[in-house]
T-cell receptor, first 114, second 114 residues
Framework: AQSVTQPDIHITVSEGASLELRCNYS??????LFWYVQSPGQGLQLLLK??????LVQGIKGFEAEFKRSQSSFNLRKPSVHWSDAAEYFC????????????FGKGTRLSVIA | GAVVSQHPSRVICKSGTSVKIECRSL??????MFWYRQFPKQSLMLMAT?????????EQGVEKDKFLINHASLTLSTLTVTSAHPEDSSFYIC??????????FGEGSWLTVV
């Protein structure tokens, strides 16, 4: 069965600093991987996704993620964090294809300090 | 704009009553929709897969008689929480495959049972 691990429950970074949120997945076949962001009291917004091809994926809001098959990882990065990036971030893997239900990690809460 | 619309966004109901949440696909037909639940400060967990014209498929541990899912048309799936109790208070969100490898989420519904 697929599973997603986000090792960090809560991360605090200074505004302007770089960010990396970790995500490890467990899946036997080619994974379909996603990163979503959820602001307090809001729904989910897709940041980026990976299905195949270039392992470095560019997303919205200046985020990028790198798929590393050897490490079963799909870490999310941003070179310079803005205060508005404070939110909950979820990594997810699709069960089989990109049109099937997602299995979510437990999420990482990002706090941004001045 | 949103391609999957969910209503209501927030609802408060009394314990023992039932509440219906709608998930609509806009400008496309969705033979399948997925319903997730997110408890406070938890991850999103798949509850059930809604199938147009047939019975929903529930995940293990989800009470089908309590969480009634109806997918009466190609653009509408509804989740009815019957005899709601405070422990059913949660964030409920639906999603639908729009096209190959693309899933969109609704805005989500915050349910509070008092």
């Amino acid at each position: 069965a697929q599973s997603v691990t986000q090792p960090d429950i809560h991360i605090t970074v200074s505004e302007g600093a770089s960010l990396e949120l970790r995500c490890n997945y467990s899946y036997g076949a080619t994974p379909y991987l996603f990163w979503y962001v959820q602001s307090p009291g809001q729904g989910l917004q897709l940041l980026l996704k990976y299905f195949s091809g270039d392992t470095l994926v560019q997303g919205i809001k200046g985020f990028e993620a790198e798929f590393k098959r050897s490490q079963s990882s799909f870490n999310l990065r941003k070179p310079s964090v803005h205060w508005s990036d404070a939110a909950e971030y979820f990594c997810a893997v699709a069960r089989s294809s990109g049109n099937t239900p997602l299995v979510f990690g437990k999420g990482t809460r990002l706090s941004v300090i001045a | 704009g949103a391609v999957v619309s969910q209503h209501p966004s927030r609802v408060i109901c009394k314990s023992g009553t039932s509440v219906k949440i709608e998930c609509r696909s806009l400008d496309f037909q969705a033979t399948t929709m997925f319903w997730y639940r997110q408890f406070p400060k938890q991850s999103l967990m798949l509850m059930a897969t809604s199938n147009e014209g047939s019975k929903a498929t529930y995940e293990q541990g989800v009470e089908k008689d309590k969480f009634l899912i109806n997918h009466a048309s190609l653009t509408l799936s509804t989740l009815t929480v019957t005899s709601a109790h405070p422990e059913d208070s949660s964030f409920y969100i639906c999603s639908a495959p729009v096209r190959e490898n693309t899933i969109y989420f609704g805005e989500g519904s915050w349910l509070t049972v008092v």
